[in-house]
Nanobody
Framework: QVQLVESGGGSVQAGGSLRLSCQAS????????MGWFRQAVGKEREGVGC???????GYAGSVKGRFTVSRDNTNNMVYLQMNSLKPEDTARYYC?????????????????WGQGTQVTVSS
């Protein structure tokens, strides 16, 4: 059974940092492009950042320079380091496995989704 399990969410003040982790199990994620999405209340889900199987990354313009996606293929892990957080970053963040990571941060043809982890940034 394939699972993506996120962790590391929480509440933080504006300007703070959080690191989200995504553990893949049930298959080897090293062959997939992986990504992070977020969905705020009342808004559509959006791609935040992604990383190809070769380690190339892409980011949404709203997070570029503040967020970093990385992966550890040995341990089937993907990370999202979030710095200089803003209240508008408040959302539920989802890990996903897909086919293509675009430079815009969007992950195309998502195959698996995690359940998500909540990030709340207060001003």
């Amino acid at each position: 059974q394939v699972q993506l399990v996120e962790s590391g969410g929480g509440s933080v003040q504006a300007g703070g940092s959080l690191r989200l982790s995504c553990q893949a199990s049930g298959y080897s994620s090293r062959y997939n492009d992986m990504g992070w999405f977020r969905q705020a209340v009342g808004k559509e889900r959006e791609g935040v950042g992604c990383i190809s199987s070769r380690g190339n990354t892409g980011y949404a313009g709203s997070v570029k320079g503040r967020f970093t996606v990385s992966r550890d293929n040995t341990n089937n892990m993907v990370y999202l380091q979030m710095n200089s957080l803003k209240p508008e970053d408040t959302a539920r963040y989802y890990c996903a496995a897909g086919r293509i990571c675009l430079t815009s941060g969007a992950l195309v043809d998502v195959t698996y989704w995690g359940q998500g982890t909540q990030v709340t940034v207060s001003s």
